[in-house]
């Protein structure tokens, strides 16, 4: 894992978001000792997640459909 200091930090943004990303965790040490850890944030996406389409249907047709189906 790799440990930057702030300035580094600071002057090499890009570099260490992109080891964060590899790697999952960037330390990075202040002046004053402190430690912190730059973890990438991990999309969480459901597989239910569908993109919605435009129809031109009525809620009432909607139910008659599902009324049919229901039928059979």
Do not use: C, H, W
Request: no cysteine; hydrophobic share 40%; net charge positive.
């Amino acid at each position: 894992m790799q440990v930057y200091t702030y300035s580094e930090a600071r002057q090499k943004l890009a570099l260490v978001l992109e080891q964060a990303e590899n790697t999952g965790k960037v330390l990075i040490r202040r002046k004053d000792g402190r430690t912190f850890a730059l973890v990438p944030e991990r999309n969480i996406f459901s597989p239910l997640d569908i993109p919605s389409i435009k129809a031109k249907i009525t809620t009432q047709e909607i139910v008659d459909i599902v009324r049919e189906g229901r039928e059979r």
